[in-house]
């Protein structure tokens, strides 16, 4: 059976772990309803900085951020809809967003919870819709499921790009084998691949993966012994890659779209008035 439970720390955090107690995410709405926490058979599949989570004025470094409506940043942080000028910094406003908790289920081999973002005046100076988002956060066996379901309340279209931003914990980005469904890719940093391999000896690496040709990429990684899966729905074009250099982390982020998509228009997607749309991200863990 699957046990549900809510403590206080800095911040309310909501936990779902299984009956031994070893695998278990912590959730915290009011952070931009991240999950601050993987954990499976007692090793951290998300690393987690901590001081920036309990910090409101910083972006959380770890966990699972939610990036809504734009992945990566606009050029000069400004889009135009309609004539009017906009601006949004980088990776949209919902990872800032406190949400709300809807609904929480446990069975015998799954738990989930469900929380909300509905627009409000503070999105609207930065994005004119009337919209909400329903992300369910779903653990069963060593499979955390994402789910979530964006709703146009306006009466326009609606364009976004929705992504994530995943910090996997790692102990040594070198022996990390990351098999990524791709034709083509596009260094953001020069020199981030060296004969086709990430450069995690520089200080800074950012690869664009585009065109794919499956739903599923994976990370082998023989120091902690185990495989992540991460599988995505097609709506997701672009996987990112980004690390820093003596950090225990590297991101690898499933994107609908690329950098500018407001601007640019490229896979940008639509919802029509009244209608919504669903898309589901996976990360399954194995052991090796």
Known sequence: MYIYEKNSDVFETHRLSNSKNDTFIEVVPERGGIIASFVVKGKSVFY????TLID???NIRGGNPI????????KNDTYSLNGHPYTMKQHGFARNCAWNIADVSTEEDSASIKIELQDNEKTYSQYPFKFKLIYEYKLSGS???????????DEQPMPFYAGYHPY?????????????????????????????????EQEEI???????????????????????YVRFDPIYKHIVVWALKGKNFICVEP?????????????LVYIQPGQEMKSQVAYEVEGL
């Open 48 to 51: 987690l900085d901590r001081a």
């Open 143 to 153: 499979t955390l499921s994402v789910n979530a379901t964006y709703i146009n309340q």
């Open 168 to 200: 996997f914990q790692v102990e040594d980005k070198n022996q990390l084998e990351i098999e990524i469904p791709s034709k083509t890719h596009t260094e953001s940093i020069n020199n981030s691949l060296v004969n086709n391999r990430f450069n995690f």
């Open 255 to 267: 994107w609908m779209a690329s950098t500018d998509a407001l601007n640019t228009k490229e896979d």
């Open 67 to 74: 990036l809504f409506p734009i992945c990566s940043y606009l």
């Open 206 to 228: 950012n690869v664009f993966f585009q065109d794919l040709t499956a739903q599923s990429l994976h990370i082998t990684d023989p120091v902690q012994k185990r495989k992540i």
């Open 56 to 58: 409101p004025n910083k």
